[in-house]
């Protein structure tokens, strides 16, 4: 067996010794890249050419197998194309969203949209410093300042970051950070707060122009940016306790808890059931959009009050149930995919950032609500139609947005589109569909939202977590791993928790 050698940063908590994966051979898997290296001609090369993927990723990534071809061959695919995003600068390395430059963007083609999507997709690879030069950039690379553009878009870089600390337990990182990410807090407070307490944002500074609910001069409460602060203020408060400082802990914890009383009160539409965007004349926009599943994303909405009755919209095909899955505003709406087509518009069709945010907020209904509105039959639909719409002329792709009945990528043959760094693949699989839910203490927990009568088998290998190894693997006969029947956790290569079913497993 090849065992998968581990690069670890003096960053990361780990021992000194090597760790390596426990079941998966990583050769096995690089007939992936060479079909993804010959597919198609590599159109711009940056820090980690074609010619150098395969030992980035062997170096770098968790690894994943399953029964289900197109799962596994896009979990490789969406690891080989965030590769192609790394870009070499004066100050480190940055994480592009475009391959080809953009005029609205910043320095070295930085664009502050999906910051948080390749935080939570990055918190996964290995070597750390991709990511975390890339943050750098963004908050000193400007003299020591934030870059200008940094507030071009709204952003949960603060819960993005206490996320991938619950990964990678770097706390020095973390806290060396926190006074910029309360700085930014502050700043964000001074441009975009209400006298209400709310935050406003154009439909566009959300990355989302052309909405149904808004417009990109439009100063309307969404539930995006409202929901982006409570995260940001829950994580700041967790990053001052972390430091002892109880005063801020208990100033980030009030400004969290005003942000969630007035979603609640005052973006929730009780004749909808749907968490909507409160226009200027404080009235609701009376249409629903993905935007109102985000407020799950952070786990904001409060539990046993109702509000789960929202996701019975994801399986409604006047709501977002569409043939290639998601949309972005209710079909049902009459002015669904009024706006045309070949711009940026957000009135309905797929937009891999929003099916990302909203397979997330599911997750977390499924993890932590009491409900009976969604199930892990309803997830795992979700996630195939996603796999499903990534392949354009019959190859893996990643674009921008796509049309909800045919799978069209409606810019899929602009250069702008191709392999757009826009959303997240890998971080699902991981935290959804595998189910490991990172967590502050030394416990693993592991809550998979896949049926036994889906898959007979599956593995998720080098899981660098808390400087361990971690390894998740359901065998229902035992025949295809030789490590006994049933699901297993394994440490280092040790099986810390075990079960006969496909079930949620928390080890000592």
């Known amino acids: 067996m090849f065992l998968v050698g581990v690069t670890l940063s003096s960053c990361n908590l780990a021992t ?53 071809d197109n799962f596994e061959e896009m979990y490789y695919f969406r690891w080989w194309s965030l590769r ?41 690879v290995h070597d750390p410093k991709y990511i975390e030069q890339n943050v750098n950039i963004w908050y000193r690379g400007n003299e020591g300042k934030p870059m ?23 706390e020095n990182y973390l806290l060396d950070l926190y006074p910029d990410l309360v700085n930014d ?23 989302m122009e052309e909405s149904l609910s808004g417009g990109r001069h439009v100063r309307n409460a969404r539930p995006t940016i409202n929901s982006y602060m409570y995260a940001n203020a829950e994580a700041l408060s967790e990053m001052a306790k972390m ?26 539409n009780k004749d909808a059931e749907f968490f909507e965007t409160l226009t200027e004349k404080d ?42 899955g998601l949309t972005t505003a209710e079909l049902r709406s009459p002015r669904f995919r009024s706006h045309g087509t070949g711009t940026c518009e957000w009135d309905g069709a797929i937009w891999p950032f929003a099916t990302s945010q909203t397979l997330t907020a599911m997750a977390n209904v499924l993890n932590n609500y009491k409900q009976d509105v969604v199930s892990e039959a309803d997830y795992f639909k979700q996630m195939n139609l996603y796999v499903e719409s990534q392949y354009y002329r019959g190859r893996p792709y990643i674009g ?66 808390h400087g361990d190894i971690i390894t998740i693997l359901w065998d229902k006969t035992g025949e295809k791993y030789k490590k006994g029947q049933g699901f297993k956790i394994f440490r280092n290569g040790k099986e810390i928790a075990a ?6 497993l928390i080890s000592e």
């Open 283 to 324: 009235t609701s926009s009376n249409v629903r959009e993905a935007i109102g599943f985000i407020p799950w994303y952070f786990n904001l909405p409060e539990k046993n009050k109702g509000f789960e009755i929202a996701w019975k919209q994801i399986k409604d095909e006047a709501g977002f149930s569409a043939p290639f």
């Open 400 to 465: 921008e947005y796509l049309d909800e009945t045919t799978g069209y990528w409606l810019m899929g043959d602009r250069e702008r589109s191709r392999y757009y760094n826009h959303s997240t693949f890998n971080d699902l699989i991981i935290t959804g569909l595998v189910g490991l839910r990172p967590r502050a203490d030394d416990k693993i927990e592991v809550n998979p939202l896949i049926s036994e009568e889906k898959w007979d088998w599956f593995c998720l290998d080098n899981v660098l977590y």
């Open 16 to 68: 000194s010794d090597k760790k390596t994966a426990a079941v998966l051979n990583v050769e096995d898997y690089k007939h992936y890249v060479d079909y993804f290296n010959r597919m198609e001609d590599e159109n711009i090369a940056k820090a980690i050419p074609n010619d150098s993927a395969w030992a980035w990723m062997k170096s770098n990534i968790p690894l994943f197998e399953c029964p289900q």
């Open 499 to 504: 079960s006969n079913k496909l079930e949620k």
């Open 185 to 207: 807090y502050t700043t964000w407070e001074e441009e975009r707060q209400r006298t209400d307490g709310l935050f406003w944002q154009n439909d566009v500074k959300d990355g």
């Open 243 to 268: 430091k002892g400082d109880t005063e801020k802990q208990q100033y980030f914890e009030a400004k969290a808890d005003t942000l969630q009383n007035l979603v609640e009160a005052k973006l929730w």
């Open 84 to 124: 192609k995003h790394i870009t070499n600068t004066p100050q480190g390395y940055a994480i592009t969203e475009f391959l080809v430059q953009r005029s609205y963007a910043d320095k070295y083609n930085l664009i502050a949209c999906a910051l948080g999507h390749h935080i939570y997709e990055f918190r996964w």
């Open 148 to 170: 200008k553009k940094l507030h071009k878009f709204s952003s949960w870089t603060a819960d993005a970051l206490y996320n991938r600390y619950l990964v990678n337990k770097d």
